[in-house]
């Protein structure tokens, strides 16, 4: 097989189905070529829908296999076949694929755990020493050594400042999915537990100027924009992720996402919030977090369910 030049997958046979997306319309499979040893992973995406109108009219005009499912008085439900013009696939071909990348495409299992303040000192803020994750690129952000021409907007202050721009999954063009970061200029707050009553000027700071230059260079209402914290994040120098409410970028979810609003209310409300407060997280199997926390017996990963 050639990567350059794919146009018939005839003699491939599925070796193992490694995740699939419903959401995405996605499968990724693993899969080998008869007579052929080597490992192919092919990710497959249905493709969406085009907008635009004539072509979708004349693609419904000619559906076929109509047939009905059920009705129940003004609702009908029914499947039917897409013509060619809007049954389009794209496939991601990576080949000869590799054990490493059969385990990048693999579903991962995830685990909830519920970090108490202890297990915070014991567990998670040894593995981010130990891990050394390296944050240069935020410095370079910050120093403006990287990225400078990206800059949207900045606040030098050194207690209450931040630098606003895209983040690297934004293409930088598109509205409808913006996603900016906001870093603080403060060295020494690496996530939401770092957070006390000293930071609300910060916070305050970060989430009235977004809002503000997002009004201003993209015409996007205070109302339609959320921003807030990952925990885990990736990257330990406190960050917030700036995105458009109609928009839900991946690590949107309740686990792991924390509206800068409630953080807001939270340390007004009792000071020692996130230093003194459990938090939840999760984390996968294959992350050395996970066997850290394991060997620490904490009660989340035991067997003995209670
Ligand atoms: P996170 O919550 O620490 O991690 O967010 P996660 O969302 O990946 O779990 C870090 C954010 O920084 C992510 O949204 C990344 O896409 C973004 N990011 C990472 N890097 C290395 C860069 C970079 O070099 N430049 C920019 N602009 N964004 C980055």
Redesign the pocket.
């Known amino acids: 097989m050639n990567i350059d030049n794919i146009s018939s997958l005839k003699g491939f046979t599925i070796v193992e189905v490694l995740n699939e997306q419903p959401e995405n319309k996605t499968i990724f499979l693993h899969g080998k070529f008869d007579n052929n040893d080597e490992s192919l992973v092919l990710i497959i995406e249905r493709l969406h829908f085009p907008n635009d109108v004539k072509c979708l009219e004349d693609g419904i005009r000619r559906l076929t296999s109509i047939v009905k499912k059920e009705a129940n008085d003004i609702y009908g439900f029914y499947e039917a076949t897409l013509p060619e013009s809007l049954n389009g696939l794209k496939a991601t071909f990576v080949y000869p694929a590799t054990e490493k990348h059969l385990q990048k495409y693999r579903k991962k299992k995830y685990h909830l755990i519920l970090e108490s303040p202890e297990y915070y000192h014991k567990v998670t803020l040894p593995h981010i020493e130990e891990s050394k994750f390296s944050i240069q690129?935020v410095y370079n952000i910050l120093n403006h050594t990287k990225?400078a021409d990206r800059i949207i907007f900045e606040d030098p202050n050194p207690d209450t400042g931040f630098v606003l721009?895209?983040?690297?999954?934004w293409d930088g063009k598109t509205v409808s999915s913006l996603y900016l970061?906001a870093i603080v200029h403060k060295k020494g707050l690496k996530s939401i537990r770092s957070l006390n009553p000293d930071h609300l000027p910060l916070l305050e700071n970060i989430r009235g100027k977004s809002k503000e230059i997002l009004k201003k260079k993209f015409n996007i209402t205070p109302s339609q924009i959320r921003i807030y914290f990952?925990y885990q994040?990736?990257?330990y120098h406190l960050?917030a992720?700036v995105t458009f409410l109609q928009y839900s970028p991946p690590?949107i979810n309740t686990e792991k996402s924390h509206m800068i609003d409630t953080v807001i209310n939270n340390i007004k409300l009792i000071p020692d919030y996130y230093s003194k407060g459990t938090l939840p997280f999760v984390v996968a199997e294959e992350d050395q977090l996970f066997q850290k926390y394991k060997d620490s017996g904490h009660p989340d990963l035991s067997e003995n369910v209670n």
């Open positions: 690129w990225e721009l895209p983040d690297a999954k970061i990952h994040p990736s990257y960050h992720h690590g």
